[in-house]
């Protein structure tokens, strides 16, 4: 649950310095479905087959989270309370992709050889935001 909270706090502050069009709700909406389909795509790995399968559907969101990383700049600044309420609005499906994301990690770990295979496409994740 600290992963969501922190994930869902990194998002809000970069949305706090933004300028733009869009609203930090769509944004955080459209990052937690990102999260939610790499929870998916690394759950689903279980063999090399799959593993290679993998590669360009995690790089396809990969840039999916790094244009949601580039509207978040875009955004117009929000209050405080904004901030909680969407914080709140997206904490419980951010925490369960988190988790889903952490536990494939986990597992995938006991498996280098698969690890090898998507560590490329994985690499400076958390610089996607």
Known sequence: MRYATFAVTLLLASLLVGCGGDSAEAVSKDMVANMKEMASILTGITDEASAKAAVPRI??????????????????????????????????????AMQSIFAAQQRLMAKPELLAI?????ENMEDDL
């Not at 396809?60 to 909680?84: F, L, S, W, Y």
């Open 59 to 96: 790089e396809a969101v990969r840039a999916k989270m790094q244009e949601c990383g580039r509207r978040a700049k875009e955004v117009p600044p929000i209050d405080a309370a904004t901030e909680q309420r969407i914080a709140k609005m997206f904490e419980k499906e951010m925490g369960e």
């Open 118 to 122: 998507i560590a490329p496409a994985m």
